[in-house]
C-alpha cells in the first residue's frame, strides 16, 4: 500500500484530508469519495509537467476521468495578481464551469497561485492540492491560505479557500535540489519550535541522517503536517490561534520583498526570521538562550542561512507592508517557551532595528 498516512482538517463548515503517498498510487479512490464534478483543470508549470504530470494523467485515467492541463509561469515573481487574467481566460475558453475542480500540481507557488485563481473563478470552485516539494507538503498546501503578490508586499491579494484534498505522492521529493529541501526543512524546524516536546528533540537528530530519503524524513513530514492540521481544524481563516504559523514570516516576507523575491527561498528567508523571532524572545519573554543556540546548530549543519547582510532599517521598512500590521503596528510571533507560542506581540521598532543588528553579529 503506498498510502503513509492520512490526516484530517477538520472545521466547523467544512473537513478535508491530507495524504501522504508513496506515490500516485491511492488518488483514484480519494476522488471517489469527493461529490461529483464535471471536469478536471491541472494547473501547473511546464518543468513540474515534464516529471509527473504523465503519472498523474496515468491516475486520473483510471476513473476514465478527462482533464485539461494549463500552464502558469513558475517562481514566486510570477505569482503576482497582473499573471492571473490569462489563466482566467484559458478556463473561460475551455468551458469551465462551477463544479470544475482544479488540480494545483507543483510547489507552493503553485499551489498559491492555482487555489486564488479556484478561490475567485465563478466566485469560487473546488480545487485539489497536489505538493510537490517539501515546502508545500508541511506547510503551503495545508490549511486553504491562497494568495497573490502585489509590487509592495507578498500574498497581500488573497483569500481563505480550503481544498477538497491535499494529496502529496512523496517520491516527486527524490528530484528537488538541495535549495529545496533547505526550504521545506526550514518550516519543519518552525513547526517544531511551536509544538516543542518530541518533535523538537527529533529535529536535534535530523542532522545526522541523510534526510534525503524519503524513509528518514518522514516522521517529520508527518509531524509536521499533523500539527498544521491541528491549528487549522482550530482557527481555519486566522481570527487567533493560527497566527502562530507566522513564526519568523514577519522578517522573512520583508527580506523576500525587499530582495524581490530573488536570491533566497521562501524557506531560508524564514530560516533568518526565526532567529530574529527567538532574540526578541529571549528579551521580551526571557527565553532561554540555550535554544536559540540549539536552533544555530541545527541550521549550520542544514547549512540553513541565520542572518542577514541587509541593513536593519531595510527590513524594517518592508516589514511595515506586512499584511498582518493593524493601525501602523508591527505584530509578531514569539516564543515564551518551546511549544508555547504568543501571537499579536506589539513591538518598539527601535527594539527591532537592536535585535536585528545584535543578530548580525552572530
Same mark, same amino acid.
Given at each position: 500500500?503506498?498510502?503513509?498516512?492520512?490526516?484530517?482538517?477538520?472545521?466547523?463548515?467544512?473537513?478535508?484530508?491530507?495524504?501522504?503517498?508513496?506515490?500516485?498510487?491511492?488518488?483514484?479512490?480519494?476522488?471517489?469519495?469527493?461529490?461529483?464534478?464535471?471536469?478536471?483543470?491541472?494547473?501547473?508549470?511546464? /518543468?513540474?509537467?515534464?516529471? #509527473?504530470?504523465?503519472?498523474?494523467?496515468?491516475?486520473?485515467?483510471?476513473?476514465?476521468?478527462?482533464?485539461?492541463?494549463?500552464?502558469?509561469?513558475? +517562481?514566486? $515573481?510570477?505569482? /503576482?495578481?497582473?499573471?492571473?487574467?490569462?489563466? #482566467?481566460?484559458?478556463?473561460?475558453?475551455?468551458?469551465?464551469?462551477? $463544479?470544475?475542480?482544479?488540480?494545483?500540481?507543483?510547489?507552493?507557488?503553485?499551489?498559491?497561485?492555482?487555489?486564488?485563481?479556484?478561490?475567485?473563478?465563478? +466566485?469560487?470552485? +473546488?480545487?485539489?492540492?497536489?505538493?510537490?516539494?517539501?515546502?508545500?507538503?508541511?506547510?503551503?498546501?495545508?490549511?486553504?491560505?491562497?494568495?497573490?503578490?502585489?509590487? &509592495?508586499?507578498?500574498?497581500?491579494?488573497?483569500?481563505?479557500?480550503?481544498?477538497?484534498?491535499?494529496?502529496?505522492?512523496? *517520491?516527486?521529493?527524490?528530484?528537488?535540489?538541495?535549495?529545496?529541501?533547505?526550504?521545506?526543512?526550514?518550516?519543519?524546524?518552525? /513547526?517544531?519550535?511551536?509544538?516543542?516536546?518530541?518533535?523538537?528533540?527529533?529535529?536535534?537528530?535530523?542532522?545526522?541522517?541523510?534526510?534525503?530519503?524519503?524513509?528518514?524524513?518522514?516522521? *517529520?513530514? +508527518?509531524?509536521?503536517?499533523?500539527? $498544521?492540521?491541528?491549528?487549522?481544524?482550530?482557527?481555519?481563516?486566522?481570527?487567533?490561534?493560527?497566527?502562530?504559523?507566522?513564526?519568523?514570516?514577519?522578517?522573512?516576507?520583508?527580506?523576500?520583498? *525587499?530582495?524581490? *523575491?530573488?536570491?533566497?527561498?521562501?524557506?531560508?528567508?524564514?530560516?533568518?526570521? &526565526?532567529?530574529?523571532?527567538?532574540?526578541?524572545?529571549?528579551?521580551?519573554?526571557?527565553?532561554?538562550?540555550?535554544?536559540?543556540? #540549539?536552533?544555530?546548530?541545527?541550521?549550520?549543519?542544514?547549512?540553513?542561512?541565520?542572518?542577514?547582510?541587509?541593513?536593519?532599517?531595510?527590513?524594517?521598512?518592508?516589514?511595515?507592508?506586512?499584511?498582518?500590521?493593524?493601525?501602523?503596528?508591527? /505584530? #509578531?510571533?514569539?516564543?515564551?517557551?518551546?511549544?508555547?507560542?504568543?501571537?499579536?506581540?506589539?513591538?518598539?521598532?527601535?527594539?527591532?532595528?537592536?535585535?536585528?543588528?545584535?543578530?548580525?553579529?552572530?
Amino acid at each position: 500500500m503506498s498510502i503513509l498516512s492520512v490526516d484530517k482538517v477538520q472545521t466547523t463548515t467544512n473537513s478535508y484530508n491530507i495524504v501522504l503517498s508513496q506515490n500516485f498510487e491511492g488518488l483514484d479512490e480519494c476522488l471517489k469519495d469527493l461529490d461529483s464534478f464535471t471536469s478536471i483543470f491541472i494547473i501547473t508549470e511546464k /518543468h513540474i509537467a515534464e516529471l #509527473y504530470l504523465l503519472d498523474l494523467e496515468q491516475e486520473l485515467k483510471k476513473q476514465g476521468l478527462s482533464f485539461s492541463t494549463i500552464f502558469m509561469q513558475g +517562481r514566486e $515573481k510570477n505569482k /503576482h495578481i497582473r499573471q492571473t487574467g490569462k489563466i #482566467y481566460n484559458q478556463l473561460i475558453e475551455k468551458k469551465a464551469d462551477r $463544479k470544475s475542480l482544479i488540480f494545483a500540481l507543483g510547489g507552493g507557488v503553485v499551489g498559491d497561485f492555482a487555489g486564488f485563481i479556484a478561490s475567485t473563478f465563478l +466566485r469560487g470552485i +473546488r480545487f485539489i492540492q497536489i505538493p510537490t516539494t517539501l515546502l508545500a507538503a508541511v506547510d503551503s498546501s495545508v490549511g486553504g491560505k491562497v494568495a497573490v503578490n502585489a509590487d &509592495l508586499g507578498k500574498n497581500m491579494i488573497g483569500s481563505f479557500h480550503q481544498p477538497d484534498l491535499v494529496f502529496a505522492p512523496l *517520491y516527486t521529493l527524490n528530484s528537488l535540489p538541495t535549495k529545496e529541501w533547505k526550504c521545506g526543512l526550514a518550516e519543519v524546524l518552525k /513547526h517544531s519550535l511551536l509544538a516543542g516536546g518530541e518533535f523538537f528533540e527529533q529535529m536535534k537528530k535530523i542532522t545526522r541522517v541523510n534526510y534525503k530519503k524519503i524513509d528518514n524524513i518522514k516522521f *517529520y513530514i +508527518r509531524e509536521s503536517v499533523a500539527y $498544521k492540521a491541528s491549528i487549522v481544524s482550530q482557527d481555519p481563516k486566522e481570527k487567533g490561534l493560527r497566527a502562530v504559523l507566522n513564526l519568523g514570516h514577519t522578517v522573512g516576507h520583508a527580506i523576500e520583498s *525587499y530582495l524581490q *523575491y530573488k536570491k533566497l527561498t521562501h524557506g531560508e528567508a524564514v530560516s533568518i526570521g &526565526l532567529i530574529s523571532a527567538l532574540l526578541l524572545s529571549e528579551k521580551i519573554f526571557g527565553l532561554t538562550k540555550e535554544i536559540r543556540e #540549539y536552533v544555530l546548530w541545527i541550521m549550520k549543519n542544514l547549512s540553513l542561512p541565520y542572518k542577514t547582510d541587509i541593513e536593519p532599517k531595510e527590513i524594517l521598512e518592508h516589514m511595515k507592508y506586512d499584511k498582518k500590521n493593524t493601525f501602523g503596528e508591527i /505584530h #509578531y510571533v514569539l516564543l515564551k517557551e518551546l511549544g508555547e507560542p504568543v501571537f499579536g506581540q506589539k513591538i518598539n521598532e527601535n527594539l527591532i532595528l537592536e535585535v536585528l543588528s545584535e543578530q548580525q553579529q552572530i
